[in-house]
């Protein structure tokens, strides 16, 4: 079979509408609290639908310095949250020697619709094709942008 590599989860993070880490999510699990309820962070006045699953109570400064966070979608934002949850989780020293070997699984399914919108209705306000959008929109809402640079702690 030859040199098979192997994969071990060493940490876990966390941020989602039951919790903003593993031991509150899976304790409001077990005690059956709904993540779901009214939204609140957009008029939803046009739509038939009220309720959704929404981040409740986030500090982005506490993952993230402001003025940075600010060049972000919020979904990496709770991204970059959870990877720093997991690698704390782990009690991961990350050095030169090691950070080779280390990686981070991020799991999204769509990110970054507050981006788009917002990029979308400067292009259509300013009477832009797609391709005059600006050259930052991309990172801002794009999910591997998360891991760029050291926005994920060591």
């Known amino acids: 079979m030859g040199n098979k590599r192997?994969?071990?989860?060493?940490?876990?993070?966390?941020?989602?509408?039951?919790?903003?880490s593993v031991a509150e999510s899976w304790g409001n699990i077990l005690a059956g609290n709904s993540g779901i309820g009214e939204i609140s962070h957009f008029d939803v006045s046009a739509f038939s639908t009220r309720i959704g699953g929404s981040i409740k109570n986030f500090?982005?400064?506490?993952h993230i310095p402001a003025k940075e966070a600010k060049k972000m979608d919020p979904f990496i934002h709770y991204g970059i949250a959870a990877a720093n949850q997991a690698i704390e989780d782990a009690n991961l020293q990350v050095s030169e020697d090691n950070a080779h070997r280390i990686g981070v699984a991020i799991?999204?399914?769509?990110?970054?619709?507050?981006?788009?919108e917002k990029g979308y209705d400067r292009a259509r306000f300013l009477h832009f094709s797609f391709p005059a959008i600006s050259s930052t929109c991309f990172p801002v809402i794009c999910p591997s942008c998360m891991v760029i640079g050291d926005r994920i702690s060591r």
């Open 59 to 62: 500090d982005v400064t506490e």
């Open 107 to 116: 799991g999204s399914g769509i990110g970054g619709l507050f981006g788009i």
């Open 6 to 20: 192997r994969v071990v989860i060493t940490g876990l993070g966390i941020v989602s509408p039951v919790g903003l």
